[in-house]
């Protein structure tokens, strides 16, 4: 399905396709609503990037060029050729030794810190090569006509709902608003197990 | 002409976020403790809610109630160099070193409380803290959804010409719905390991790493409860 096509169906939603109460404008702030939530979410856009190593366990990822970046999803250091282990929490890293913040050597584990920032332990002092940052992305702004939703094709109707709630309560439709956010409401829970099971019917040997 | 002023939508504003923020702790903030020689209490600024770690020139202090203190530490209060705290009963947003520091730490204005160097030098807080809609905020990407629910909820409530008591059931619900939705994924995103490359799924991975001490069966002399 297009932007155009989402567009179409929520004005057949609002019975609004030939007297244009809703403007262009309205539907495109409503369909971004609802893409940055179901990004958000579900965190179903996964990006790539490399980013350099620096001599800090503290990285800002958004402060460092990376402007979409909502969380880390796997990290993959370029140097060593080995995935940095994730089983860690913030306060695992205690457990390891109590002045890890100042622990140098081999990065071997990736934490998240706090909303904005991930860590990488141990540091390097003088570091040199980089990583491959996996991220689950923020949804793009000002979607173009031509364009698909990236999301599964069974769940872009998550869009028309979200958008259709949206722009109904503002016309204080609240009722009808409502019956549309549930059913967003309970798509995105579905997606979202969706997203994170993607290939769990692969797992043939559990170990 | 508006039904609500502005200053009346600015203070819902801040009321959602400061609930959101009560319920949830995500937002999580830095600042270093100007440390004097022998002084071992030490006051913390209203928006603090609550620790989340202390670092003593790198090292992490430990939290101890006042009662362990006293308990297993004699309640003696000695000089030395800070390896816990002690959090509860020295007074609103107050904490006390111990031992109290025997140096004085300083810092400067503007340091990167991330950067190494800093943390090898300093004594720093880190804190969940209280929103108030400036530098302490619900992050952009859910904010105006949230809070658009939410100042519509007081909004609709509010007692005068825009009230509307349909329209601030629907809103006072969406709240509840977007607070759980939002606060649960922050929390995730914050403290949950993605465990993508290292499961969890065996025991043994669990066991061993970190490693920890494992001690045989028969380590100790069984005691009795009481004794």
Known sequence: MTYEEIKANIRDNLEDTGIKFYTED????AIED??????????????????????????NFKELGVLDWLCTIAIFDNVRNRWLLDNLTYRDLDKLRDDWELWVGSPSN??????DITAIVPYQSNPTGNFTLYYAAAACDSPQDDDSPLIATSFQSMIENHATSSLLEQQEEFTKAGEYFEEFFNAILEYQDRVKNQARRDLLIHI | MSVWTDEQLSRWALKT???????????????PLKIQEGNS????????????????RGKKLYPISHRDQRDYLDGLFPNGTPTNYIYDNQGLNTL???????EHLTPELYIDLFNPDVIREQCIIE?????????????????????????????????????????????????????????????DQINQPRRLIFGSTTVQQNRYYPATAVLPSNFGVGVDPGE
């Open chain 1, 26 to 29: 309205d539907l495109i702030v």
């Open chain 2, 127 to 187: 804190f969940y803290a209280a929103a108030n809609g400036l530098e302490y905020k619900m992050p952009d990407y859910i904010r105006r959804k949230f809070l658009r629910a939410g100042i519509s909820r007081l909004a609709y409530l509010a007692e005068g010409k825009g009230q509307n008591l349909k329209a601030y059931k629907y809103y006072k619900q969406k709240e509840q719905v977007l607070a759980e939705l939002y606060g649960d994924q922050l929390i």
């Open chain 2, 41 to 56: 209490l030490y006051t913390l600024p209203d928006f603090v809610i609550n620790i989340r770690r202390i670092s003593y």
């Open chain 2, 96 to 102: 006390r070193l111990f031992p109290a520091p025997i």
């Open chain 2, 17 to 31: 976020e400061e609930k959101f923020c009560q319920a949830y702790d995500f937002i999580i903030d830095r600042l």
């Open chain 1, 110 to 115: 990736w934490c998240p810190v706090s909303l």
């Open chain 1, 34 to 59: 609802a893409e940055s939530d179901i990004a958000f979410l579900s965190r179903n856009l996964i990006r790539k990037v490399n980013v350099d190593f620096r001599p800090t366990p503290y990285y």
